[in-house]
């Protein structure tokens, strides 16, 4: 890295890129500045409850705006790439990203990816990974598992409203991870970047079906939540009707059908090693987010 890094994140309003962010504000030496991507740096600014003692840049871009992209990356040393959801051409909005970083001089690539994406066409993750690889960026390519925060998230509603999970993702097992985890490894990862390009699959201590899920959500919330596991159409026409954009849905069942034939089960060791501790449990966060849940 140069004398003075400057690192900038991609997803900062997000559940991984805040996380980030967060530990990168308390972890980072002080000759490194950090820099917030953002489509509205004002409101993002105050999102972000980012003051003048934090001295974080929020500079303009927009995956939509080509325009935003080379002066988001100037100077830029290390970049954390999160791709927003209801963005699944990416070749069209994340390819020229990839090619500008390359372009700019930019280290090291931190990118949010799937568990295992590299074996899923299915999925957008699985071309980018391919764009890092022949861009000559040496990058760390994140594969977490299903993220708690979903719960929490998309399934927010369907949870405090309707008392259920509808997914088509049968009767598998699926590792679950906290973002919060996946954020503080993507954070050391930018201050101490490895010396070469490599994949981490990350995920929690174990893997539960989605009945399993509906179980502890029941105890914790003291109200029976009941899953159903729904058919690809039956999941998708329910999606529609709540106003999911259709490419978010392609995308969600992407995922659930890979955790539907036991893509998404494996339990990995690699988040307790570059963390150095545990990673946080699906009973921990299901009490810790137990208010948004409630009616």
Not at 127 to 147: M, N, T, W
Not at 191 to 208: C, K, Q
Request: proline share 7%; hydrophobic share 45%.
């Amino acid at each position: 890295m140069s004398a003075s890094p400057r690192l900038l994140i991609i997803g900062a309003t997000g559940n991984v890129g805040g996380a980030a962010l967060r530990e990168l504000l308390r972890q980072r030496p002080a000759s490194t500045q950090l820099v917030v991507a953002s489509r509205e740096p004002t409101r993002d600014r105050a999102h972000l409850a980012l003051g003048a003692a934090d001295q974080v840049d929020v500079v303009p871009f927009d995956f939509t705006k080509p325009e935003t992209v080379a002066p988001a990356l100037r100077g830029v040393t290390g970049l954390l790439l999160v791709r927003p959801p209801v963005i699944s051409d990416v070749a069209r909005y994340l390819k020229p990203v990839v090619q500008a970083a390359a372009a700019a001089g930019v280290q090291h690539v931190v990118f949010l990816s799937l568990q295992g994406a590299q074996y899923n066409p299915f999925v957008p993750h699985y071309k980018v990974e391919g764009y890092l690889k022949k861009s000559g960026l040496r990058h760390s390519l994140l594969r977490p598992s299903f993220f708690m925060q979903n719960l929490s998230t998309t399934h927010r509603d369907d949870i405090r409203r309707r008392d259920q999970l509808l997914l088509p993702a049968g009767h598998a097992r699926t590792s679950f991870v906290d973002a919060v985890d996946v954020g503080a490894v993507a954070s050391r990862l930018l201050l101490s970047p490895p010396a070469t390009s490599a994949g981490y699959e990350l995920t929690g201590r174990t893997a539960f079906t989605y009945d399993e899920v509906a179980a502890q959500l029941s105890a914790v919330l003291g109200r029976p939540i009941r899953y159903h596991a729904a058919s690809i159409r039956t999941f998708r026409a329910y999606e529609r009707t709540k106003g999911t954009p259709p490419t978010l849905i392609n995308v969600m069942t992407g995922i659930y059908l890979a955790a539907r034939f036991g893509l998404a089960a494996h339990v990995s060791p690699e988040l307790a090693g570059l963390l150095g501790r545990e990673p946080g449990t699906l009973q921990a966060f299901l009490t810790r987010e137990k208010a948004c849940w409630l009616p």
